[in-house]
């Protein structure tokens, strides 16, 4: 039989006692700090209640007038940010891609219009000083220059005024010999073939032009269209030799075109006042562009999209 007063029994019963009264404690303990801290949380709420509204009252406003103005001083700030990161990638885009010409004149018809709205590859041949925006002089000639193709239609800087943007098709390249005779074109004594199309016709601002449509085909095999439309002194030229580093070019409405054949006024074209090169139509209208009310009837829709050195 087990002996109930054994001393492990007695050790046993001393630990369960001893472990009560701590528990017993503990309880006691939590039950004081409890208090304790609800005791505080109750004087905070009534000093609050009677010191903090004036305070609050006060601090309140400044608090909403702080977050306000600094809401204002961060929606300033983004938007300034968006507008100088727009205008960077807007000269990015302009300088170094695309940008936009509005066709003036009619020197280039049947091709391009009056009205018509192109962009310009800016990279087709390389980045001269004209190539960023106010024409800053930040190096001289080109870099990453690549050679025209003779046939491209080109924007280039007029060389007599190099704020005026031109557009022509470029004829004659470095070391060639031009030369119109009765209105056919001679390229290094071998004659440009020129064939007759159809007339052409058109109502520009209330007045009625009309041509001799030809199509021409280069030495390299591109074809495009001219007109002709009377004789004019610009028919038969002398033989204009192209200096090195320099371009001949032509508007496509040959008797109606300021180009190189005057050579006086326009003359040969600088490499480095190559722009770019045309490559799409993306608007054409016959009215003022700001007229928009006249779109519907006079935009060009079959023009949108039309490719120009093709």
Same mark, same amino acid.
């Given at each position: 039989?087990?002996?109930?007063n054994s001393?492990?029994n007695k050790?046993?019963?001393?630990?369960?006692?001893?472990?009560?009264k701590k528990?017993?404690?503990?309880q006691?303990?939590?039950k004081?700090?409890?208090?304790f801290?609800?005791k505080?949380?109750?004087?905070?709420?009534?000093r609050?209640s009677?010191?903090?509204p004036?305070?609050?009252?006060?601090?309140s406003?400044?608090?909403?007038?702080?977050l306000k103005?600094k809401?204002t001083?961060?929606?300033?700030?983004?938007?300034?940010?968006?507008?100088?990161?727009?205008?960077?990638?807007a000269?990015?885009?302009?300088?170094?891609?695309?940008?936009?010409?509005?066709i003036?004149?009619?020197?280039m018809? /049947?091709?391009?219009?009056? +009205?018509?709205?192109?962009?310009?590859?800016?990279?087709?041949?390389?980045?001269s000083r004209y190539s960023l /925006?106010f024409?800053?002089?930040f190096?001289?000639?080109?870099?990453f220059?690549?050679t025209?193709?003779? +046939?491209?239609?080109?924007?280039f800087?007029y060389?007599?005024n190099p704020n005026?943007?031109?557009?022509?098709?470029?004829?004659?390249?470095p070391n060639d010999?031009i030369?119109?005779?009765? +209105?056919k074109?001679?390229?290094?004594e071998k004659l440009v073939?020129?064939?007759?199309?159809?007339?052409f +016709?058109?109502v520009?601002d209330g007045?009625i032009?009309n041509?001799?449509?030809f199509i021409?085909?280069? /030495?390299?095999?591109?074809k495009?269209?001219t007109?002709?439309?009377?004789?004019?002194?610009?028919?038969?030229?002398?033989i204009?030799e192209v200096p090195?580093g320099h371009?001949?070019?032509m508007?496509?409405?040959?008797?109606n075109?300021?180009d190189?054949?005057?050579?006086d006024q326009v003359g040969?074209?600088?490499e480095?006042?190559?722009v770019?090169?045309?490559t799409?139509?993306?608007f054409?209208?016959?009215?003022?562009?700001w007229?928009?009310?006249?779109w519907?009837s006079s935009?060009?829709?079959?023009?949108?999209f039309?490719n120009i050195n093709d």
């Amino acid at each position: 039989m087990t002996n109930n007063n054994s001393p492990n029994n007695k050790n046993f019963v001393n630990k369960k006692l001893i472990q009560f009264k701590k528990n017993l404690e503990n309880q006691k303990l939590l039950k004081i700090i409890q208090k304790f801290f609800k005791k505080i949380a109750n004087f905070n709420s009534h000093r609050t209640s009677k010191i903090l509204p004036k305070i609050t009252s006060k601090n309140s406003n400044k608090t909403a007038n702080d977050l306000k103005n600094k809401k204002t001083s961060e929606e300033k700030n983004s938007f300034f940010s968006t507008l100088i990161f727009a205008i960077i990638c807007a000269g990015i885009i302009r300088s170094f891609l695309f940008e936009p010409f509005h066709i003036p004149s009619g020197s280039m018809k /049947p091709n391009l219009l009056i +009205g018509d709205y192109v962009f310009v590859k800016k990279y087709a041949y390389g980045f001269s000083r004209y190539s960023l /925006p106010f024409s800053f002089n930040f190096f001289s000639g080109r870099i990453f220059s690549k050679t025209p193709k003779r +046939g491209d239609v080109v924007v280039f800087r007029y060389p007599a005024n190099p704020n005026i943007n031109y557009i022509k098709r470029l004829i004659g390249l470095p070391n060639d010999r031009i030369q119109v005779r009765f +209105g056919k074109l001679y390229i290094n004594e071998k004659l440009v073939e020129k064939n007759f199309v159809d007339e052409f +016709g058109e109502v520009q601002d209330g007045q009625i032009f009309n041509a001799d449509r030809f199509i021409e085909t280069l /030495p390299e095999g591109k074809k495009f269209m001219t007109l002709d439309t009377t004789n004019t002194a610009q028919d038969n030229t002398g033989i204009f030799e192209v200096p090195e580093g320099h371009y001949f070019v032509m508007g496509d409405n040959r008797d109606n075109s300021q180009d190189s054949r005057f050579i006086d006024q326009v003359g040969y074209i600088p490499e480095e006042n190559l722009v770019g090169k045309a490559t799409i139509i993306f608007f054409s209208n016959k009215q003022s562009f700001w007229k928009f009310w006249l779109w519907p009837s006079s935009i060009r829709f079959e023009r949108i999209f039309k490719n120009i050195n093709d």
